[in-house]
Structures are given as C-alpha cells and as structure tokens.
C-alpha cells in the first residue's frame, strides 16, 4: 500500500523532465547472455551482431531506480510495456538512453491505494538515429 504521498508530489514536480543521459556499449557478452535467459534459439542472433528486438528494453533502468526510491511501497507490479523498434541494435552500438516520468495518477482499490507511474525511455545509436522507444507502466500498492 502506497503511505502517504510526499514522495508521489516530488515525482510529480518532474512530469515530463528528462533524467540525465545514461550511455551503453552493447557487447557480445551482454547480448548472449540475454538470449540464454530468455530461451532464442533463432540463429540470427546467435552468429550475427544484431540483438533480439527486445534486448533494447534492458538497458537503460539503472538511472531511474535511484528516483524511483522514493516510491513508498509494499507491492510493485509490472503494468504494461509498449516497445517502438526503429534501427536495429547491434554489438559494437553505443547506446544512450534518456528517460522521464510522462504520468502519475493514483487511485483506491481494493487492496488500498494504487499509484499508477508511466514512464517514458528513448534510445538513440551512436549515429544519433532512433533506435528504439519504450513505454513502462508500473504499478505500486
């Protein structure tokens, strides 16, 4: 249950503020490590550079935990996830990752109070082109 709300009213003074910049060398390592986890056998990602589509969505998550602290709450649940694909992601790309809070609402539920925070993460490659955007809904009660 979310207690009180003096760390919801300071997330909601940054709607729409961009974090600082998080920059990210994909590598080989990485990358086969997410494609064991998660089970693809599909050989374009085992002997190519390219990463599986939603390797991007793993990246990028370190810079918003600290803010995210300030959440009080005994229950976190993931809400949805909208993923844009726009260049391929490959080993060797440099990554920067920028990321802001696009909405917080709350509301009563069964369990109590629910905070809904939407966020909002933009990829770009070291060519400054759009790689990817990712949408992320958390829910905290």
């Known amino acids: ?16 503020v961009e974090l600082p910049a998080g920059v990210y060398q994909v590598e080989r390592g990485m990358v086969q490590r997410f494609i064991q986890a998660i089970g693809d056998p599909n050989p374009l990602w085992q002997g190519m550079n390219c990463t599986p589509p939603t390797f991007i969505g793993t990246i990028g998550f370190d810079q ?52 809904f925070l939407t966020l909002e993460l933009t990829y770009k490659n070291q060519k400054q082109q759009l790689a990817a955007r990712c949408r992320q809904l958390t829910i905290y009660y």
Do not use: F, N
Request: aromatic share 2%; proline share 4%.
């Open 64 to 115: 918003i935990q600290p803010m995210l602290a300030s959440v009080p709450s005994g229950t976190l649940l993931h809400g949805s996830t909208e993923l844009e694909c726009y260049q391929p992601v490959r080993v060797g790309d440099t990554i920067t990752v920028t990321a802001k809070i696009a909405d917080i609402r709350e509301r009563q539920g069964k369990m109590g109070k629910m905070t």
């Open 1 to 16: 249950m979310v207690e009180g709300s003096s760390g919801i009213e300071g997330l909601r003074a940054r709607i729409g």
